[in-house]
């Protein structure tokens, strides 16, 4: 994850709250690049004594069909521990000067000319997302992968790409401030801070990709 991402935000809120339950110091360190594998890889390569710990989404589940030397095993080098949330939607985002207002506005062009979309590398959960979104909605979309979510903003912003799912968390401030726009939230219900943005699965029923983020050790500490 990268600093300033959801991840990272969401990673430092609970440091936070560990110090305060437990007394004791609890710092973040990015490990940013290859879907999580980086992070991952670091945490099965430390001592397995309990004080390096893995905060990450479920995207690292599918990295083993992805890379073929990962350096560990994803099922049996790690230990879960907690599931610290569970995510009920994404926001497809466009950029605010977007001539595209509606879902149905973006899914027309689309469907004339290939979209381009962006996401913090291959093979993770909003890259996976889109591909689901392309194949429902029937249309043809290229894929730009960026070393994290703040890249991906970033190339949205200087038009690079047109399109991108993002969580809910990373992008609150910039939903306020008017400077994107969200065609779509694809959970089961509204987002409670934007309830106005329409709900994807109104137009493409079945499509509700979710998430998870949670805590791991390297499985040779007994987490219990």
Partial sequence: MRRGGGPDIQARTLAAQLSLDLGQ???????????GTIGARAVVQSKPDGYTLLFSSNGIAPTPFIYKNLGYDVFTDHTP??????????FMLVDVKSPYKTLQEFLDHAKKDRAVFGSPGVGNGLHLAAEIFSKKAGIKMQHVPYKGASEVMTGMLSGSIEVMFV?????????????????????????????????????????APIGSWG????AGKDAA
């Avoid at 110091?25 to 879907?35: D, I, K, L, P, S």
């Avoid at 934007?194 to 499509?207: E, I």
């Fill in 25 to 35: 110091q609890f710092f973040v360190e990015n490990r940013t690049g290859a879907n």
């Fill in 81 to 90: 521990v907690a599931t610290i949330g569970v995510l009920d939607g994404l």
């Fill in 167 to 207: 969580t809910p968390p990373s992008v609150m401030g910039l939903l306020r401030e008017g400077r994107v726009r969200a065609l779509a939230f694809t959970g089961s219900k509204a987002f409670p801070a934007f309830p106005n943005v329409p709900l994807m699965k109104d137009m493409l029923p079945g499509f």
């Fill in 215 to 218: 805590i791991v050790l390297h």
